[in-house]
């Protein structure tokens, strides 16, 4: 199967790879993992707790080329993102954008799990610290 050319500029060129601290009160992690294959994605993003807008976007995946791509693409997209546009990322939109073939549509659903954990992630933790 012969991947796209933007799945293989990501998967050669992968944006923000690298980890936040998880326990830093803006930062929000995404950690899920596909049991089809068994690939695992952590997605994390910092966000502006004044204006709930996503500063930076790290990721690390350990999977295929598409799922490496899906997070990478996912990183550049959501910065200067609101949490709530952030959250209504469609997979779709990213196995569109890298040209993935069906077989490979669960590696972008992959991304839109993690990234939707991840403002999820933030969130709770923004009430934890509110409810403190
Ligand atoms: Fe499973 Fe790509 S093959 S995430």
Redesign the pocket.
């Known amino acids: 199967m012969a991947y796209s050319e933007k799945v293989i500029d990501h998967y050669e060129n992968p944006r923000n790879v690298g980890s936040f601290d998880k326990s830093d009160e803006s930062v929000g992690t995404g950690m899920v993992g ?1 049991p ?2 068994g ?1 695992v994605m952590k997605l994390q993003i910092k966000v502006n707790p004044s204006t709930g807008v996503i500063e930076d976007a790290r990721f690390k995946t350990y ?2 080329g ?2 490496i791509a899906s997070s990478s693409l996912v990183t550049e997209w959501v910065k200067g993102k609101t949490l709530d546009e952030a959250a209504a990322l469609k997979n779709s939109v990213i196995a569109e954008e890298l040209a993935l073939p069906p077989v ?1 549509v ?2 972008s659903i ?1 991304a839109e799990d993690a990234i939707k954990a991840a403002v999820q992630d933030y969130r709770t933790k923004q009430q934890q610290t509110e409810a403190a």
């Open positions: 596909a089809a294959c690939d999977g295929c598409s799922a490979k669960h590696c992959l």
